[in-house]
T-cell receptor, first 113, second 108 residues
Framework: DQQVKQNSPSLSVQEGRISILNCDYTNSMFDYFLWYKKYPAEGPTFLISISSIKDKNEDGRFTVFLNKSAKHLSLHIVPSQPGDSAVYFCAASAAYNTDKLIFGTGTRLQVFP | NAGVTQTPKFQVLKTGQSMTLQCAQDMNHNSMYWYRQDPGMGLRLIYYSASEGTTDKGEVPNGYNVSRLNKREFSLRLESAAPSQTSVYFC???????FGQGTRLTVV
């Protein structure tokens, strides 16, 4: 039972345009959400996070939006750059067990010139 | 500043062999994790350790054991390797999960 889902395995975006990566979750107890970026042959690296008390968090070109009622979050990258080409994972944890971080299946983003 | 260090980086095992994957972190984190990454499956949590002396099962613990040797080290053991355990294994530590470089394991 996949508690964190990324339904788009891949996304292709032109350089300079917006990339929107989506993530859905089923566990209503999740209250902290994170995005990671992964390049081939490397470990994932933390990108940005959001807690359930907020509906938006911004860090430079990256913004994460959270819609608790829909159990949905999204990562916006504006403007997209070729160096953003990677696999993006969303992850979630619950307040009752912040140490148990559950990941989605990932979305491969390709940014082309 | 090493962060999270995993050894080995690559390993080939025969079915039934055992091995231990090592992980060490130098960031003084309480929590540590072991994940496996498989195509189309994302990152799945095998075991985690909230603090020194405690370990808990994740989503896919069968066939694995772990030891939290001290605050720095968290090892993952395969007692009798199976082809289904062919995967890339990642160790991570900390609340926002700093990851190591991964161990690519092939079981033949």
């Amino acid at each position: 039972d996949q508690q964190v889902k990324q339904n788009s395995p891949s996304l292709s975006v032109q350089e300079g345009r917006i990339s929107i990566l989506n993530c859905d979750y089923t566990n209503s107890m999740f209250d902290y959400f994170l995005w990671y970026k992964k390049y081939p042959a490397e470990g994932p690296t933390f990108l940005i996070s959001i807690s359930s008390i907020k509906d938006k968090n911004e860090d430079g070109r990256f913004t994460v939006f959270l819609n608790k009622s829909a159990k949905h979050l999204s990562l916006h990258i504006v403007p997209s750059q070729p160096g953003d080409s990677a696999v993006y994972f969303c992850a979630a944890s619950a307040a009752y067990n912040t140490d148990k971080l559950i990941f989605g299946t990932g979305t491969r983003l390709q940014v082309f010139p | 500043n090493a962060g999270v260090t995993q050894t080995p980086k690559f390993q080939v095992l025969k079915t039934g062999q055992s091995m231990t994957l090592q992980c060490a972190q130098d960031m003084n984190h309480n929590s540590m994790y072991w994940y496996r990454q498989d195509p189309g499956m994302g990152l799945r949590l095998i075991y985690y350790s909230a603090s020194e002396g405690t370990t808990d099962k994740g989503e896919v613990p069968n066939g694995y054991n772990v030891s939290r040797l001290n605050k720095r080290e968290f090892s993952l053991r395969l007692e009798s390797a199976a082809p289904s355990q062919t995967s890339v294994y990642f160790c991570a530590s900390g609340y926002e999960a700093f990851f190591g470089q991964g161990t690519r394991l092939t079981v033949v």
